[in-house]
């Protein structure tokens, strides 16, 4: 496991990009839970966010593509809406402990 950051730089209902190891991944916490993606559509290949840190929609309910608009389930990655829908991100097994939020790659 690779440690990302403390858990008080991830608000609740937030999201944050990270590099690591030269991977693009990115974090969101919602509802007290973290979940871990690799940063990359299912349709282009392309990063997600729009400014850095950037990967929830307006509403802060759903993971946004940038390019495309695509919309993402937080919980589980699944595209619902916009042209790479019944694809997924590619969820990375993570965890939150008293340190922080920590990822596998």
């Known amino acids: 496991m690779k440690f990302l ?19 693009k991944l ?3 916490r919602r509802e007290g839970r ?7 559509c299912p349709h282009r290949g392309v990063p997600l966010e729009w400014q850095p840190d ?4 307006p509403s802060a309910s ?3 593509c940038a390019t495309h608009g695509a919309l993402f389930l937080i919980e ?19 965890r939150e402990d008293a340190q922080g939020l920590w990822v596998q790659l």
């Open 62 to 64: 759903m993971i946004q």
């Open 5 to 23: 950051c403390p858990s008080h730089e991830l608000a609740q209902d937030s999201s944050r990009g990270f590099d690591l190891d030269g991977r």
């Open 76 to 94: 589980n990655g699944e595209c619902v809406a916009g042209p790479c829908a019944g694809q997924s991100l590619t969820p990375l097994p993570g």
């Open 26 to 28: 990115f974090a969101v």
């Open 34 to 40: 973290v979940y871990f993606y690799i940063n990359r």
């Open 54 to 57: 950037r990967f929830l929609d």
